[in-house]
């Protein structure tokens, strides 16, 4: 093979003539280009300029599509009780804003204060105690269905409680649980007060995936985000 320019003899495989330094056709194509740091005869073009520009600092010599996924931590039983301590008081402090106007509205109070231990109670006040004490329980449930499931199925994908430590809900694969779901874990949390001596709470501490026996059955994991 011989240059096009000056008519030099080229070993095989050569990509510049080393005359003149033209390029030789055939490896002049994208795949051919030297590395960097290769030395370019005199008078030969320049490589590409994404073939040649240097790394810069902190940046990984790979592309970023071959790089591993981000993955975020499994949060413990005792991270979980803290911000459950913190969802007990802001929801304390709600309910006894709303329930004791709520008792007043419904005869409770006025029950409680006719009530003396060495009379017969009068089942009137009987009646509008049990039926008041109904409706608190009632609120109670609801408030904290629609505490939790709300807040963990909303962008926070936490309570304050969890939100404060860094803490979200999410499903098997990380995702944002929907409010059904996260209603079903509120409700699995019943099922999950019934092992004795709080086993079922303390199973977040010691799971592989640090998952109570609520998050099991709503198929959710806690993490750190």
């Given at each position: 093979m011989y240059c096009s320019k000056c008519g030099n003899l080229l070993a095989a495989g050569t990509a510049f003539c080393q005359v003149c330094g033209t390029p030789v056709p055939s490896a002049a194509a994208i795949g051919s280009v030297p590395a960097p740091g290769t030395p370019v005869p005199p008078g030969a073009p320049a490589p590409p300029a994404y073939a040649a520009a240097p790394a810069l600092p902190g940046q990984v010599g790979v592309s970023p599509h071959w790089l591993p996924t981000p993955t975020?931590?499994?949060?413990?039983?005792?991270?979980?009780?803290?911000?459950?301590?913190?969802?007990?008081?802001?929801?304390?402090?709600?309910?006894?804003a709303i329930c004791i106007p709520l008792a007043m509205a419904t005869g409770l109070g006025a029950a409680l204060?006719?009530?003396?231990?060495?009379?017969?109670?009068?089942?009137?006040?009987?009646?509008a105690f049990i039926s008041s004490m109904w409706i608190v329980i009632l609120v109670i449930v609801l408030g904290g269905w629609l505490y939790?499931?709300?807040?963990?199925?909303?962008?926070?994908?936490?309570?304050?409680?969890?939100?404060?430590?860094?803490?979200?809900?999410?499903?098997?694969?990380?995702?944002?649980?929907?409010?059904?779901?996260?209603?079903?874990?509120?409700?699995?949390k019943l099922i999950t007060k019934l092992i004795p001596f709080g086993i079922g709470f303390i199973m977040a501490g010691f799971t592989e995936r640090k998952q109570a026996l609520h998050d099991m059955i709503a198929s959710c994991l806690v993490l750190r985000s």
């Open positions: 975020r931590t499994y949060a413990g039983f005792w991270l979980r009780f803290v911000a459950y301590l913190i969802d007990l008081m802001l929801l304390g402090v709600v309910f006894v204060r006719g009530f003396h231990p060495d009379r017969e109670p009068d089942p009137a006040m009987i009646f939790y499931a709300y807040c963990e199925s909303s962008e926070w994908q936490a309570t304050p409680g969890k939100k404060v430590l860094n803490l979200i809900v999410t499903d098997l694969n990380g995702n944002r649980i929907s409010f059904g779901r996260a209603s079903g874990r509120y409700f699995a």
